[in-house]
């Protein structure tokens, strides 16, 4: 099986690689350490970056909190989107950062990373008026899939394991129908079916014997199960927020390990109209056992509360995605 090449030492890290952060950097709450990331706006030179938002804010938010997270995770050997992971947590040293300047610099950051990106380099490449005669600004519109998912897939890698007479074989994420969220439940309990679980081998003509639980890799640091299908026709119910497991654990190849992973963060998107083409991606994020909402075109993009209980708003539209970090 093709396991991402990893660099040396996985899972560990040298104090040299710790990005440095100002002493300054210590709160009394972990929500705290959020740091303001509004939305790309026209005046910054880069606009609809709502997509991926949600995501590095919240690892820079995960930077704060342990510098030390992206030395011991990011295990890839040689990864242009972790290398711009690395840069771009790295500019936030600063106890109170300025947060317009910072996130056009980390929206640039994330910008050339998918510019390099040569499998879908097409949609990062348009540029978009200010206006009749305005200036003209970059355009990030796209897909959480185009802007986050696809340049990191080797780093939310989960294999599903199947065995006949012949053969064992472990197909990667990419190679099977995308989990739901709403099957996260029957997944980390062992009762997820795949397709080819319930399939015959072709050469040995035996049913395969399949692992219901899939294995992540040293390399898996994220994990992240999408509210619906592509084309939105799963059928399944669409969950609410306080269902969602908060943690999950996954085995690890080789080691047999019990991974955990945390919940980060719910993407949601609203759903564009005639009269309004243009969607929105917000988020809510489970931080020291709290959810907080985000949406980087509102109070600059600082986290608000959202009470106990409560439903995220229907103003933010319906949940996109669940993500998950390794803990
Ligand atoms: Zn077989």
Redesign the pocket.
Known sequence: MAIPALRQNPGTYRAADVPFMDPGVHFPTFAQYWVPFPWGAVRSGITNTCNFDSFLAHLIWMHRRDPTYFAKNLNLFNSRAENAIKALVGLYWMRIPQAFAMSTRAHFIWRNMLLHDHNQQQPFLGTTRDGPGGDAVVNMAGSHRSSVFTPLSDSSLMWFVH?????ESADPSDRFETVLAADIGKLVSGEYDTRKSKL???????P?NSRHRPLVSPSTWFVHFPADNDDGRSGRPIFRLREIPTIIRLPELRTGREIEFELGFVAYGTTGSPRNPLTHATSIHWIDNNYFMYDGMISDGALRFLEDGKEPPASMGQPEYVMYFRK
């Open positions: 065995t006949c007479y012949c053969r015959k081998c072709k050469a040995c003509e035996v395969f």
